[in-house]
């Protein structure tokens, strides 16, 4: 069978409050960023986009920040839902179509 | 549209069985790409096809493993023999030829080699 593989760094925060959810990447050449959400049993799924020529960019109670300097990404997930729950990656854009994956945060939800 | 489409969703085959996964990507989108998801390793690209043609498989991870796109609708993922560490979730995702943020993914197939 599978071996036991490395446990997903878990942030827990209250229903309402703010997540902020970071990822660092590999390549100071990768030139697009994405976020993704997994929920249970499924895909994951487009949240938000930034290019390298930004430092940040919003969406629909998320923001995205870039830092270029560190190599350091951020996902800001504002007034927390239960809905929310899942495990978040972060992708960087290697060359012309190839996404290379982070190793995923799980968000959980404290009613 | 109905989004990208994979079979089966489960799979349970005995270890020395060929196995074989498939996807339909979304219309118009002239990118495939099959990703395996475990544990251990996260997501990790397998191949991709451009126009169904392979692109970079460097990512498969042996020559058990192996992919073919005989047109734009179709793809198929083939494990022959499997064995128990191939167990994981596959994905297929694609897009159009815009660039990655049209990256849609299917809901995977869990695979289990007992």
């Known amino acids: 069978g599978e071996s036991v593989g490395l446990h997903l760094p878990t942030l827990s925060v209250q229903e309402g409050d703010n997540s902020i959810i970071n990822c660092a990447y590999s390549?100071?050449?990768?030139?697009?960023f994405i976020w993704y959400k997994q929920e249970s049993g499924k895909g994951p799924q487009f949240i938000i986009d930034?290019?390298?020529?930004?430092d940040k960019r919003q969406g629909q109670r998320v923001t995205v920040l870039l830092n270029k300097t560190v190599k350091h990404l951020s996902l800001q997930i504002a007034a927390t839902q239960p809905g929310d729950s899942a495990v978040y990656f972060c992708?960087?854009?290697?060359?012309?179509?190839?996404?290379?994956f982070g190793q995923g945060t799980r968000l959980t939800i404290n009613p | 549209d109905a989004g990208v489409i994979q079979s089966p969703r489960h799979e349970v085959t005995e270890m020395g069985q060929e196995v074989t996964l498939r996807c339909k990507p979304i219309?118009?989108?002239?990118?495939l790409f099959w990703y395996r998801q475990t544990m251990m390793r996260g997501l990790e690209l397998l191949i991709y096809?451009?126009?169904?043609?392979?692109?970079?498989d460097s990512g498969m991870p042996e020559d058990r493993f192996s992919a073919k796109m005989p047109n734009a609708s179709f793809s198929t993922l083939k494990i022959q023999p499997s064995e128990p560490r191939d167990s994981a979730v596959y994905f297929c995702?694609?897009?159009?030829?815009?660039?990655?943020?049209?990256?849609?993914f299917g809901s995977g197939t869990r695979l289990t080699v007992v």
């Open positions: 096809f451009n126009n169904n043609v392979p692109i970079d």
């Open positions: 390549n100071s050449a990768s030139d697009y």
């Open positions: 992708a960087e854009n290697i060359n012309a179509q190839k996404l290379v």
């Open positions: 219309s118009g989108h002239d990118y």
């Open positions: 995702a694609s897009s159009s030829g815009t660039g990655p943020y049209g990256y849609t």
């Open positions: 930034i290019r390298s020529n930004m």
